[in-house]
């Protein structure tokens, strides 16, 4: 028994090894997986490892996002929206008469392993400028690096603003979450007129405490009142002691600013408990699993988000069915800002004199009135995108438009 | 009075399920002296073995009494052949080697399943979380007051499930000629082996009912919780793991005791004091147990043999 300490602790650390080591096999997409360790990457390029800019036929543009873990769908729906525009960009004849390449690596939802992935973009392939991630935790991770390197990068969908404010190089094509908050809390103040609302934040995504905390306040200066906030993990599957405890306050809705992972089966077990107030929520919900997990039980909330699919203006609806033909299934708002994302990116690219990171960053920074599918893109001095909110209504296997909510 | 004893009953059955995962890891303990880290993902496995067997009977099928019972079997008889597999094949050949390479073999099986089920090749799930299904129609089985506290059919099942699986357990240890083989070989494996006790046969069989009682506890917990993913192993096994540990490795009835203290003890910090301190008082409970006894709750304090 006296043994069994220390063989705890030996465990821990092996356990700890191991997560960083992982990155090597489980993270690549493409054909340069078969590389050795990154670490003697830059000095001596490999056969097969692309050279630096300026001498090859295509501009590389880095991907880092969560293709497996808990959020994996919003890193393939990502992923398809980049490649979308990567191919309609090259078959348009890409740009400066040279082809669009993107490299992707998974960082498996977490920011140790994103942080890793811009590292290897910028290192060993030498991308010109790097898109994502999706999870605020895994951009800002990134953005030290990508910052500290001198690539731009471009978050589609992080909207943390903290992300933006690590460097003049991050730039994001989508609001952020102070506007999100206050959506909801207009949202639930006016439209729902709630007056008392609970709120349940997952307390290891800075995306969920940025939204609840704009939301607590915005909500409190509307005149309600929050009646308790609890909180939980990501990757909890058990929310009752929550549920039960919020409960108890009586409130008229919840505000779950969480990734649908979770949420879906926090609605179940909130109905099962005998709490049927609407949940409201954030962009995180926006999947199409969320209707498999939350089931009848997420029916009737709602949640604030970049776009909605049932926009029938025929710009929007062109994008969708071409999704669907090329990917299956509806692009989520993910979808759509990567692809925004990738599109900003490939104007700047094209507007650029040269292919240093700084003339890319002047390039993007310049980004104004751009025809996005999800809303218009212009950057703001601080590398915001300024843009109007829709609230989304969910029902059976789809989502309902309810509102637009401007800044 | 209604929330308290809401949270009893989330606790119960919170601690229920850590109990049955906690079993498989103090009986392999116990023969083996081995953590053996993969059993939550085995559990994970038994649970998607259910949910692969689930969509086989159809949407029909699956709900009928029959059906939860061919779908408990499948799960608890492939963790069973699993457990035996992963015994004979990675911890066998290790057995007379120092013991942290053993660990570090379950470490590696543990990685093996968690991140291959996250590919999505062949039969493989993919990373992303699945909606069980319901294969237990869920019914108020007791409502109290204004929906104040309501007990779900399903709630009653699971306990009756895995209390019987305890039971069963709590018979075959102590009162068939295999648990007394069993006993003999926890006690010392080579005295046992020269007594004629066929120590390998009685590992195998210990891994087999450690993992199908994984997959049992798996398929409670995926129709309480509804969520199934390929990283559900690691989170429960980790806390059976510290339930174990609490009641004293190695000790049965003290896996189970140590497995409800610790799900109540979830429940009331979450209910009462606030969600953040929930891991916080988990884990200090651990702490402070090891610190006034070192073998857990139940232990036995072994005198090491110089």
């Known amino acids: ?407 | 009075m209604s929330q308290l004893l809401q949270h009893l009953i989330n606790g119960l059955a919170a601690g229920t399920i850590y109990a049955l995962v906690a079993l498989g890891y103090t009986m392999v303990y116990g023969v083996l002296k081995l953590i053996n880290f993969a059993h939550g993902d085995v559990m994970m496995v038994g649970v998607y073995m259910g949910y692969a067997t689930a969509f086989a009977l159809g949407r029909q099928t699956q709900k009928t009494f029959l059906g939860v019972v061919i779908i408990f079997l499948v799960a608890m008889g492939g963790c069973a052949l699993m457990g035996f597999l992963i015994e004979r094949f990675a911890y066998r050949p290790l057995r007379e080697k120092p013991r942290l390479t053993s660990l570090i073999t379950a470490i590696g099986i543990s990685f093996a399943l968690s991140y291959g089920f996250q590919l999505d090749i062949g039969f493989l799930p993919g990373a992303a979380p699945r909606a069980f299904p319901e294969i237990i129609t869920p019914k108020e089985w007791l409502i109290i007051g204004d929906r104040d506290v309501v007990v779900w059919n399903w709630q009653v099942m699971s306990l009756m499930i895995a209390v019987g699986l305890m039971v069963g357990l709590q018979w075959l240890v102590f009162r068939t000629r295999f648990g007394r083989a069993m006993r003999a070989v926890s006690f010392d494996h080579r005295v046992a082996a020269l007594m004629g006790i066929p120590t390998d046969r009685v590992i195998a069989g210990t891994f087999m009912i450690g993992s199908s009682l994984a997959a049992g506890a798996g398929l409670l917990y995926a129709i309480k919780d509804t969520s199934v993913s390929p990283l559900m192993g690691m989170y429960v096994g980790l806390k059976a793991f510290v339930a174990a540990v609490i009641g004293g490795i190695g000790h049965v009835p003290g896996a189970v005791v140590g497995a409800l203290l610790l799900g109540m003890v979830e429940e009331f910090v979450v209910g009462y004091l606030a969600s953040t301190w929930r891991d916080a008082v988990a884990f200090g409970i651990l702490i402070i147990v090891l610190l006034f006894k070192p073998c857990g709750l139940f232990g036995r304090v072994a005198a090491e043999k110089v």
Not at chain 1, 208 to 224: A, Q
Not at chain 1, 312 to 333: C, L, N, T
């Open chain 1, 1 to 407: 028994m006296r043994r069994f300490v220390p063989m705890l602790l030996s465990a821990l650390a092996l356990m700890v090894a191991g997560c960083e080591k992982k990155t090597q096999p489980a993270s690549t997409e493409t054909d340069t997986s078969k590389q050795p360790a990154q670490g003697t990457a830059p000095a001596t390029p490999q056969p097969g490892t692309p050279t630096p800019p300026g001498n090859t036929s295509t501009f590389l543009l880095g991907v880092a996002t969560s293709l497996t873990g808990g959020q994996a769908t919003f890193g393939v729906s990502t992923r398809n929206g980049i490649d979308m525009a990567i191919k309609e960009a090259n078959a348009a004849g890409g740009v400066k008469g040279k082809k669009l390449e993107m490299r992707v690596y998974d960082d498996q939802g977490k920011p140790e392993e994103a942080a890793q992935a811009v590292t290897r973009l910028i290192t060993q392939d030498h991308v010109v400028l790097i898109l994502g991630d999706v999870a605020s935790s895994n951009s800002l991770a990134m953005a030290e690096k990508a910052q500290a390197a001198g690539v731009p990068m471009i978050t589609p969908s992080s909207t943390n603003p903290a992300v933006t404010e690590k460097g003049d190089y991050i730039f994001r094509v989508c609001f952020i979450d102070p506007f999100q908050g206050f959506v909801m809390a207009k949202f639930a103040r006016e439209t729902l007129k709630a007056n008392n609302v609970s709120v349940l934040q997952d307390n290891k995504s800075a995306y969920s405490i940025g939204l609840t905390d704009v939301f607590t306040r915005k909500f409190t200066e509307m005149g309600g009142k929050i009646t308790g906030t609890q909180s939980y993990s990501q990757g909890d599957t058990d929310y009752r002691a929550q549920l039960t405890a919020i409960k108890k306050t009586q409130p008229e809705a919840i505000y779950v600013p969480g990734y649908y992972s979770e949420v879906g089966v926090i609605a179940r077990q909130a109905r099962e408990l005998g709490l049927t107030v609407p949940l409201l929520g954030g962009d995180g919900w926006d999947s199409e699993k969320l209707f498999e997990l939350g089931g009848s039980a997420i029916q009737g909330s709602y949640f604030s988000n970049h776009y909605s699919p049932q926009n029938p203006e025929p710009r929007i609806q062109k994008f969708v069915s071409e999704y669907k033909a090329a990917y299956g299934g509806v692009p989520d708002a993910l979808a759509a800002l990567a692809y925004d994302a990738a599109n900003v990116a490939i104007e700047a690219l094209k507007k650029a004199p040269d292919t240093s990171g700084k003339a890319i960053r002047d390039a993007i920074a310049q980004t104004k009135g751009f025809p996005g599918i999800a809303g218009t893109v212009t950057l703001d001095e601080k590398r915001n995108a300024v843009k109007p909110a829709v609230v989304l209504k969910v029902g059976d296997g789809t989502t309902e438009y309810v509102t637009t909510v401007n800044p």
